[in-house]
């Protein structure tokens, strides 16, 4: 599967379960593009999944976020975006910045989700009863459009269709 190809400058949320393929995803844009609370939770304590650590985390993808939505540069959000609240979040800033706002639902059975969540590297095995947690709480495509959301893109689609090669510039003039 290429990358999706999105509107120059907007806001792609993804939405899944832990094990979905989130990062798997996002890792097809510039490594530029992605902003990861796991990541900002790491590098503040070391360990990705310090729940301690996700205010700071927090504070730190919303300036990245402001700095890149700014500017007109596409963002990526990869986690778990599964609550409504941190969606309204997320919209509310592309809307401030006046930016196009993207979702990528990670519409894949639960089965699916827990046999990729279990293959992965022990240390990265997120427990069972959180990945059913957060698959029952996905929304549906009809429920993202409500929201806010310009496109929602099912990845169950763009699974079966394939998708278009990224253009060149995806920065806004
Ligand atoms: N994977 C796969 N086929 C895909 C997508 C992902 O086999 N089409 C595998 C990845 O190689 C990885 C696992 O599934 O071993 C989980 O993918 P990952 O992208 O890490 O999932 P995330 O949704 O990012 O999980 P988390 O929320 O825990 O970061
Ligand atoms: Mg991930």
Known sequence: ???????AGALCVLVGAPGSGKSTFAARYPDTWRVCLDSYRRMATDVEADQSATPVAAEIQNL?????????LTAVVDST???PHVRAGLLARARYWQRPVTAVLFDLPLPTVEAQN??????????????R????????????????FDAVH??????ATGTPPLPRSTCMP
């Open 1 to 7: 599967m290429g990358p999706l190809t999105l509107p």
């Open 64 to 72: 990245l976020l402001d700095a890149r939505l700014s500017r007109g």
């Open 81 to 83: 975006n599964v609550f």
């Open 118 to 131: 279990a293959d992965r590297d022990r240390d990265r095995v997120v427990p069972l009863h959180i990945v």
């Open 133 to 148: 947690e957060h698959h029952q709480l996905l929304p549906d495509a009809d429920q993202l459009h409500h929201e806010g």
């Open 154 to 159: 099912p990845i169950s689609e763009l699974l």
